[in-house]
Antibody, heavy 125, light 105 residues
Framework: EVQLVESGGGLVQPGGSLRLACVAS????????MSWVRQAPGEGLEWVSA????????YYADSMQGRFTVSRDNSRSILFLQINSLSGEDTAIYYC??????????????????WGQGTLVTVSS | DMQMTQSPSTLSASVGDRVTITCRTT??????LAWYQQKPGRAPELLIY???SLNKGVPSRFSGSGSGTEFTLTISSLQPDDFATYYC???????FGQGTKVEIK
């Protein structure tokens, strides 16, 4: 059974940093690109970042460039998101999500068949 | 930047109604269009991918269609479990639409 479990959220002061983690199980982690998607309170889904299965390629939403860093540890099946210089606009639930197609399909398609339960990041003084 | 616009933003309907949600993109996305359902307090769930392919376990009352820049999600007969928010996604560039909330009329 595929499971994605996020952690690392919490209350952080403006200007602070956080490192989110997503522990994956139930599939061959290194075969799949992974993404982070966030959702501010009462708002819609916003894709944040993605990383290829091998970790060699990373992608960011235009508005996320510079403060966000995605990485992964395939030996431990963990996805990470480092967020720096946090502001109130970063307050959101952060979900990790698994690509449905493995990288070796070469489909270029990034729809998500499994999501974690999310971890809440609250930025406030 | 690719923009994705869903309509309507909110839809009021009754059990048994046929419901259609539209997603328009500013550029053609070929077959790279997915739909998700999200219920309050829950993570989104994949309903449809590649425009019209139903994810496993999704009831057949859900269907997707369209091409190019205009796509639709149809629920043929709305059930109590279907009241939720629905998002389209351009799945080769990750972008989501703003969502359509389906409410009880």
């Amino acid at each position: 059974e595929v499971q994605l479990v996020e952690s690392g959220g919490g209350l952080v002061q403006p200007g602070g940093s956080l490192r989110l983690a997503c522990v994956a199980s139930g599939f061959t982690f290194s075969n799949y690109a992974m993404s982070w998607v966030r959702q501010a309170p009462g708002e819609g889904l916003e894709w944040v970042s993605a990383i290829s299965g091998g970790g060699g390629s990373t992608y960011y939403a235009d508005s996320m460039q510079g403060r966000f860093t995605v990485s992964r540890d395939n030996s431990r099946s963990i996805l990470f998101l480092q967020i720096n210089s946090l502001s109130g606009e970063d307050t959101a639930i952060y979900y990790c999500a698994k690509d449905a197609d493995p990288d070796y399909y070469g489909s270029g398609s990034h729809f998500f068949d499994y999501w974690g339960q999310g971890t809440l990041v609250t930025v406030s003084s | 930047d690719m923009q994705m616009t869903q309509s309507p933003s909110t839809l009021s309907a009754s059990v048994g109604d046929r419901v259609t949600i539209t997603c328009r993109t500013t550029r053609s996305v070929n077959k790279w269009l997915a739909w998700y359902q999200q219920k309050p307090g829950r993570a989104p769930e994949l309903l449809i991918y590649k425009v019209s392919s139903l994810n496993k376990g999704v009831p057949s009352r859900f269907s997707g269609s369209g091409s190019g820049t205009e796509f639709t999600l149809t629920i043929s007969s709305l059930q109590p479990d279907d009241f939720a928010t629905y998002y389209c996604q351009q799945s080769n560039m990750w972008t989501f639409g703003q969502g359509t909330k389906v409410e009880i009329k």
